[in-house]
């Protein structure tokens, strides 16, 4: 619920990206240039961030990856 009523509006808000609700789709915005390489940095770490910021529950190991 967040996702749509805080986080892809605050995102469009920005110009970080462009939301069509009706449409259900999302594409990059006139300011994606702006977090475009932090959004790469976090993808090529992800194996190393804690599980909970991985976006899915820990594996019996304790990481996904």
Known sequence: MSLY??????????GYIKWNEAEKTIQRGPQWEEIEPLLELIHSHLCELPPFL??????RNGTKC
């Open 54 to 59: 991985q976006g899915k529950p820990p594996d």
């Open 5 to 14: 009523h805080t986080h892809l509006p605050k995102l469009e808000k920005f």
